[in-house]
């Protein structure tokens, strides 16, 4: 099944990047940086932190019970 995750839009103005993020999981986000590399480093981040949390969340509520006898 594929699932769009996230939209991603950049642009440069006056020498400034800006970056939106357009997701399911936290709604529109906006970046801004002077150098694209630390913009992007920073969407990057954000977005792992955002899948990592919702992969938590559902390994959690779902998959947690199976593993309790390998966890002790």
Same mark, same amino acid.
């Given at each position: =099944?594929?699932? /769009?995750l996230y939209n991603i839009e950049i642009h440069r103005? *006056?020498?400034n990047y800006m970056g939106k993020i357009y997701s399911d999981? *936290?709604?529109v986000k906006?970046?801004?940086n002077n &150098? +694209? *590399? &630390?913009?992007l480093r920073d969407i +990057? /981040? *954000? =977005?792992?932190?955002?899948l990592d949390d919702e992969f938590l969340t559902r390994t959690t509520a779902t998959d947690l019970p199976e593993f309790t006898d390998e966890i002790k």
């Amino acid at each position: =099944m594929e699932e /769009v995750l996230y939209n991603i839009e950049i642009h440069r103005n *006056d020498g400034n990047y800006m970056g939106k993020i357009y997701s399911d999981i *936290d709604g529109v986000k906006e970046f801004e940086n002077n &150098r +694209i *590399d &630390r913009l992007l480093r920073d969407i +990057i /981040v *954000d =977005m792992q932190l955002a899948l990592d949390d919702e992969f938590l969340t559902r390994t959690t509520a779902t998959d947690l019970p199976e593993f309790t006898d390998e966890i002790k």
